[in-house]
């Protein structure tokens, strides 16, 4: 079977991960990342900020 390019190779399974880059902020920046089996989006951790909640 020939693999399409739209769908991945069959041969890898199911589960196989399509990660693709994706621009955010402005073309050619790359600073997302898109999972095309789940449908989500990831901003890249360089740009992520982490915020602490205070414990009561």
């Known amino acids: 079977m020939k693999p ?3 769908v ?3 041969h890898r399974g199911r589960f ?3 990660l693709i ?3 955010w ?3 050619g920046d790359a ?3 898109y999972d095309a ?3 989500y989006e990831w901003l890249d951790i360089n740009k992520s900020e982490l915020v602490q909640l205070e414990q009561q």
Do not use: I
């Open 4 to 6: 399409d390019p739209a």
């Open 8 to 10: 991945g190779d069959p």
């Open 16 to 18: 196989a991960s399509r």
């Open 21 to 23: 880059e994706r621009d």
């Open 25 to 27: 902020l402005s073309p």
């Open 31 to 33: 600073l997302l990342t």
């Open 37 to 39: 089996n789940t449908r």
